[in-house]
């Protein structure tokens, strides 16, 4: 899955909760933060990035035709890949 140029090798999907864990690392996060749209980006060391849990991915693939991500540099994209991600889930 990806935004952008952002990879995250590490998905899970949370299906009764509606929630989507992407991981870029396996870091130890060390502070987070919510963006505008409710999801929640974890940072590591040198205050890089090192996930993110995204909220309501179905219903906003619903809603929208598609899941938009903030990313930190502030610019929302779409998370191509999501569709996938919550299609695994057993």
């Known amino acids: 899955m990806r935004a952008g140029r ?8 949370d299906a009764a909760s509606d929630v989507l864990y992407a991981r870029i690392s396996a870091s130890k996060p ?36 598609a899941v938009y991500l903030i990313v930190p540099a502030g610019d929302r994209l779409r998370l191509q890949g999501v569709e996938a991600a919550m299609r695994s889930v057993v």
């Open 30 to 65: 060390l502070r987070r933060e919510k963006t505008e749209d409710g999801d929640i980006w974890s940072y590591g060391e040198d205050d890089h990035p090192i996930g993110v849990i995204v909220m309501e991915p179905r219903a906003r693939l619903q809603r929208d035709g």
């Open 6 to 13: 952002i990879s995250f090798p590490e998905v899970s999907y």
